[in-house]
Nanobody, 125 residues
Framework: QVLLVESGGGLVQAGGSLRLSCTVS????????MGWFRQTPGKEREFVAA????????VYTVSVKGRFTISRDNAKNTVYLQMNSLTPEDTATYYC??????????????????WGKGTLVTVSS
């Protein structure tokens, strides 16, 4: 069983920054591609960013490119999402997820084998 636990969400003003963390336990973290998704009520879960097992390849959805940075520390079994220049449109529950492969075009929800429970990010205007 793989356990993913997100942290770092909260309330921030527009233009501010947050860093989300996701710590993975239960299996070898460095075997998994990692992704961040987000979801708002009534909408489908949306891909945000992904990183391959080595950290050498990343991909972002267009709306966050240049503002968000995904990274990973395989020694700490943790993946991060640095979010800068936040806008109210970034308000969502953010989910960390693990996949047995990396998709250079970005993940679909069906690609992910394991999910965290999410952390809420609220950006006020």
């Amino acid at each position: 069983q793989v356990l993913l636990v997100e942290s770092g969400g909260g309330l921030v003003q527009a233009g501010g920054s947050l860093r989300l963390s996701c710590t993975v336990s239960g299996r070898t973290f460095s075997n998994y591609g990692m992704g961040w998704f987000r979801q708002t009520p009534g909408k489908e879960r949306e891909f945000v960013a992904a990183i391959n097992v080595s950290g050498g390849s990343t991909v972002y959805t267009v709306s966050v490119k240049g503002r968000f940075t995904i990274s990973r520390d395989n020694a700490k079994n943790t993946v991060y999402l640095q979010m800068n220049s936040l806008t109210p449109e970034d308000t969502a529950t953010y989910y960390c997820a693990a996949s047995l492969y990396f998709r250079q075009s970005g993940y679909r929800a069906a690609d992910m084998a394991y999910w965290g429970k999410g952390t809420l990010v609220t950006v006020s205007s």
